[in-house]
């Protein structure tokens, strides 16, 4: 068992927060296969919609305000394992917002942010940052805080997710922090177990779409999503998008494609999936 917080984990490989593939269904399929915590897409705390957490994430806030956090905290807290904070978001919709990766001059605010959700929380809370003149201070901000993890992408917002991620100063982050630091950026099978000599935890983003089977354990496929997904009440596109996400790696993956950009209904999507086993 490993220890974050107050909590304690099978497994030092998460789940990195990502808001169109992290559905409550392949949330659960990667906890199945071994992820030792999951992380939610970025969500708003004044957001209205039905949040499914049978997973017990680390729920992902963002946002430049911190009304809202404290009822948001309270709403949720007993249902998540931990609360995260969003400061790496490059989209254009946070660059208009001041949101995530464009917030990072705002140190005030941050301050503030921060000090909320640890007041109104016992959980493990982190922030998730990118690479910027900032990222230190605001690193430190959170560990005099009460943080309990700061989590690193080392990139600046105008890489986005290519170029190189900068694990140099992933490195130097951790030499200088005293909470445990999570690493993010091109994480694969390849090269997971070298990154967790050097840092506490490890985030997947980009490998583990459409493969949870990257977390170990269990094998697990499109058709255990899709039971989950109606379980959940998941709509239609976002079971489509994800029947493509699980083509990856299949050796008819482009005929399969193919037949699901056609697929009108649940059962051509899943006959697709069907077809492939035969
Ligand atoms: C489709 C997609 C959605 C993402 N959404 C979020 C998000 O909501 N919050 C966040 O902090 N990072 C988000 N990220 C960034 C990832 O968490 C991760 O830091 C980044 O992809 C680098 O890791 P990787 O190379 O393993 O994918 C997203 C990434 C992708 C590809």
Request: glycine share 8%; charged share 25%.
């Amino acid at each position: 068992m490993y220890e974050l917080g107050n909590l304690k984990l099978k497994s030092r490989i998460f789940l990195a927060p990502m808001l169109e593939p992290n559905d409550i269904a392949f949330r659960l399929l990667c906890q199945r296969c071994g992820s030792g915590l999951n992380f939610t897409g970025m969500t708003s705390p004044f957001s209205k919609h039905e949040i499914h957490l049978d997973d017990k994430p680390a729920m992902q806030l963002f946002g430049n305000s911190p009304r809202g956090i404290r009822a948001f905290l309270k709403k949720y807290d007993d249902k998540v394992s931990m609360w995260d904070f969003n400061l790496g978001c490059p989209s254009t919709s946070s660059e208009k917002m001041g949101h995530g990766a464009y917030m990072h001059e705002d140190l005030e605010t941050i301050g503030k942010v921060f000090f909320y959700m640890r007041k109104n929380t016992a959980k493990p809370c982190s922030v998730k940052l990118r690479k910027s003149p900032n990222a230190l201070k605001i690193a430190k901000m959170a560990e005099d805080a009460g943080f309990d993890m700061v989590t690193i992408h080392p990139r600046t917002f105008k890489q986005g997710y290519s170029g190189k991620a900068d694990y140099d100063y992933a490195l130097k982050m951790k030499e200088e922090l005293k909470i445990p630091v999570c690493y993010s950026g091109d994480v694969n099978e390849k090269n997971i177990a070298v990154i967790l000599k050097d840092f506490d935890f490890v985030m997947i983003g980009r490998s583990a779409i459409g493969n949870p089977n990257i977390f170990g354990g269990e094998k697990v496929g499109f058709l255990d999503y899709l039971k989950l997904a109606l379980k959940y009440g998941i709509y239609f596109r976002q079971i489509k998008f994800q029947a493509m996400c699980f083509t990856k790696g299949e050796v008819s993956a482009r005929s399969m494609r193919r037949d699901l950009v056609y697929a009108k209904n649940l059962e051509e999507v899943e006959k697709v999936f069907i077809k492939s086993l035969n």
